[in-house]
T-cell receptor, first 112, second 110 residues
Framework: GAVVSQHPSWVICKSGTSVKIECRSL??????MFWYRQFPKQSLMLMATSNEGSKATYEQGVEKDKFLINHASLTLSTLTVTSAHPEDSSFYICSAMEEKLFFGSGTQLSVL | RKEVEQDPGPFNVPEGATVAFNCTYSNSASQSFFWYRQDCRKEPKLLMSVYSSGNEDGRFTAQLNRASQYISLLIRDSKLSDSATYLCVVSGTGRRALTFGSGTRLQVQP
């Protein structure tokens, strides 16, 4: 089946720093990728839809200047959490559609 | 009202038991329905799609009731390895991402 690779798996950083998460579709081209966030014991919440070659579409309540999304190629989307704070600590996961939705392995972000 | 609602559980069942989860959705225009399984701090993995006619995959049976807007998942002969969170997932029209329920936690005990 289709494979979506996400890196890094774990990030621990100091408050105020920026963190970049990469999401790659390994054996298919993805014009659209999705970024989710999941807090403990809660559901996956869609943050934004990443569109290749154009601006991302953000869900209501998600700050586009804080969560920068770049989808410069058909196989790579990146999410940068700028000036991260402890409340940004969460599980971030990307996905792409190839008939069905396939997920990256997720990134656990801990901001100290 | 949430778009997709599930009983969070946990459902604690002994090995070999049969357990059923239900999920309700609010958008009557929803077109596709899935059950995903998620282990702690891992990505969700597709368990099965749900069709109007109902479908079965080994010990797992999924059913869709469009009139009442609910989806069910039945697990027979539960195994310890079935312990996980089961996510009900619904999609609408177009290429918008799927909407996830908050999940139902299952714990199968020896």
């Amino acid at each position: 089946g289709a494979v979506v690779s996400q890196h890094p798996s774990w990030v621990i950083c100091k408050s105020g720093t920026s963190v970049k998460i990469e999401c790659r579709s390994l054996d298919f081209q993805a014009t659209t990728m999705f970024w989710y966030r999941q807090f403990p014991k809660q559901s996956l919440m869609l943050m934004a839809t990443s569109n290749e070659g154009s601006k991302a579409t953000y869900e209501q309540g998600v700050e586009k200047d804080k969560f920068l999304i770049n989808h410069a190629s058909l196989t790579l989307s990146t999410l940068t959490v700028t000036s991260a704070h402890p409340e940004d600590s969460s599980f971030y996961i990307c996905s792409a559609m190839e008939e069905k939705l396939f997920f990256g392995s997720g990134t656990q972000l801990s901001v100290l | 009202r949430k778009e997709v609602e599930q009983d969070p559980g946990p459902f604690n069942v002994p090995e070999g038991a049969t357990v059923a989860f239900n999920c309700t959705y609010s958008n009557s225009a929803s077109q596709s329905f899935f059950w995903y399984r998620q282990d702690c701090r891992k990505e969700p993995k597709l368990l099965m799609s749900v069709y109007s006619s109902g479908n079965e995959d080994g010990r797992f049976t999924a059913q869709l009731n469009r009139a009442s807007q609910y989806i069910s998942l039945l697990i027979r002969d539960s195994k310890l390895s079935d312990s996980a969170t089961y996510l009900c997932v619904v999609s609408g029209t177009g290429r918008r991402a799927l909407t996830f329920g908050s999940g139902t936690r299952l714990q199968v005990q020896p």
